[in-house]
């Protein structure tokens, strides 16, 4: 795998990612009150799948986000962007503190340019990636290790019957509980084969808000959320909102539980749900517990927020879940549109190497139009010259030969040098009566199959001029066919030859002139 693609997908999702949480912060501070908690901490989802998933979507817009001279065409817009800024603002720099050709910021921009900061920051990100993912691992590894070794007794008896009657109630496949010593508070642990781990001084009271608090926990997939959260942390270890918004939503996610228990509950039963969430924290000492524990949240500020907001049993308003779901959807996919909704130019197949029109001495006109027949009619143009009628005449050490279909002003132009080398060819009036508006083209580089294509044509066709390398000027399209413009480059970098390759709807070469 290219660096270049990891960059495109921690780029676009670094960007946008934060601003999902930053719109998530925002929703959790002053859209309670009308949302809910449960609305609240479904907002976090959003982050978490830009944040995660590297999907990218054409989008329209992206078109003429690319700047003018990114050398990589793997490089999506926004890589392709910051890229060239990293180049400019090295370059610039270098300049103002007279640092001339050299030092360290005009190696950056050398090495930037050619790849090889890229190799290093990958590596880098890669072993604090692994790196960080281990150690989350192991933390949470250790806490579900101690709580199993803790492990005093399970439920059994009528404390048993009551949680397949909750289990029934709120739809959730039941589970192993366990009473567990020197647990601060209850949580459920264990990714692959969970259980739900009880302190044993839980008195019997709370027994029943309990347990539902943890199978609602169950019937969100709150584990599965925490082992998501880890996996955010660990490949963008590097942005401190994606940290604080794992805490954040963690800690929304015990009040989407308060909210989805007391939902239906009086008003007595809601006071009795609080005063369980006060009494679990003053049993807690005030320690604070590993967020593995995702039942446990012990600061002060936290419990008068889950305390209130369970007083209030605010239920959220429909119109607004569903007005602010619908904008969320859309900005979502919005912000998956980071790649240009026109592909890149590309070669299906390439003509294998042929010297059909290999060079041969001209002395006569019939030699020119022969040599003329045979280049049109190679793999790399595939004209029919049945229906063309040709023209030559030598001037000097050249011939220059006329291809015209009837009685057409317009003609395909061809100039071959007295032994037989092609010189010049215009073939764009091949195209018919054409003409091309949009000159636009920001990839300056070539695709690998347009320059193996242009590689071949050369090696077959043109076997005087050497090139090694190549660069776009104009991509243009007028309606099913798109036309590509550019120039190759000499040993030394030099141009050497102008080229018009068409690429769509079929492939064939339309115009070189040698320099």
């Known amino acids: 795998m290219r660096s270049m693609t990891v960059f495109n997908y921690l780029l676009e999702a670094t960007l946008f990612g934060s601003v999902f ?26 982050a978490a799948i830009r944040l995660l998933l590297p999907i990218s979507i ?9 700047p003018g001279f990114s050398v990589d065409v793997a490089a999506r817009p926004v890589a392709a962007q910051l890229r060239q800024r990293v180049i400019d603002a090295s370059i610039t720099v270098s300049s103002l503190v ?8 005009r190696d950056l921009a050398r090495h930037t340019m050619g790849g090889e900061s890229g190799k290093w920051v990958l590596i880098i990100w890669l072993i604090a990636a692994v790196g960080t993912g ?34 029934a109630r709120y739809r959730v496949k039941p589970l192993p509980v366990y009473y567990v010593d020197r647990l601060p508070a209850a949580c459920i642990t264990g990714v692959i084969r969970p259980f739900i781990a009880l302190p044993v001084h839980t008195p019997r009271a709370h027994l ?21 959260r ?12 994606v940290w604080m918004a794992a805490w954040l939503s963690w800690r929304d996610s015990e009040m989407a539980c308060d909210d989805r228990v007391t939902a239906r509950l009086p008003d007595m039963d809601r006071l009795a749900y609080a005063d369980m969430i006060v009494s679990a924290k003053e049993r807690s000492g005030d320690a604070m517990v590993s967020a593995d524990a995702v039942g446990a949240s012990f600061t002060d500020k936290h419990i008068r927020q889950r305390v209130s907001s369970v007083i209030r049993c605010v239920k959220g308003s429909r119109w607004a879940i569903a007005l602010a779901s619908l904008a969320a959807a859309v900005l979502l996919v919005f912000s998956f549109g980071t790649s240009e909704s026109e592909p890149l130019p590309t070669v299906q197949a390439v003509p294998a190497v042929s010297w059909a029109a290999a060079a041969t001495p001209l002395h006569t006109d019939m030699d ?30 050249l011939w220059r030969i006329e291809a015209r279909e009837g009685s057409a002003s317009e003609c395909v132009r061809l100039v071959f040098s007295s032994a037989g080398c092609l010189v010049e060819y215009n073939g764009l009036n091949l195209l018919g009566d054409i003409s091309f508006t949009d000159t636009s083209y920001t990839h300056r580089a070539l695709t690998g199959s347009v320059e193996n294509y242009l590689t071949a044509f050369m090696t077959a066709l043109v076997p005087e001029c050497v090139c090694t390398g190549g660069r776009a000027e104009a991509d243009v399209r007028q309606g099913d066919v798109r036309v590509l413009f550019g120039a190759l480059s000499g040993e030394k970098g030099e141009p050497a030859c102008g080229f018009a390759l068409q690429v769509e709807p079929v492939v064939r070469m339309l115009y070189c002139a040698p320099r």
């Open 21 to 46: 949480i930053l719109i998530s912060i925002a929703v959790r501070s002053i859209g309670r009150k009308r949302l809910g908690s449960r609305a609240v901490y479904a907002s976090w989802i959003l």
């Open 58 to 66: 054409p989008n329209p817009l992206m078109d003429k986000f690319r």
């Open 98 to 105: 007279g640092a001339g050709e050299s030092g360290p910021l």
């Open 134 to 167: 281990l150690w989350l691992w192991w933390r949470s590894t250790r806490f579900s290790d101690r709580v199993r070794r803790n492990r005093v007794s399970r439920l059994e008896g009528e404390d048993l019957a009551l949680l397949h009657e909750l289990c």
């Open 208 to 228: 029943t808000l309990v347990l539902s608090h943890q199978l609602c926990h169950r019937r969100a997939h709150d584990v599965l959320w925490g082992v998501a």
């Open 230 to 241: 880890n996996l955010c942390c660990a490949i963008h270890w590097f942005n401190p909102l």
């Open 368 to 397: 020119a139009i022969a040599c003329a027949r045979r280049f049109l009619e190679s793999d790399f143009v595939g004209e029919n010259t049945d229906r063309l009628s040709f023209t030559a005449r030598s001037d000097g050490s």
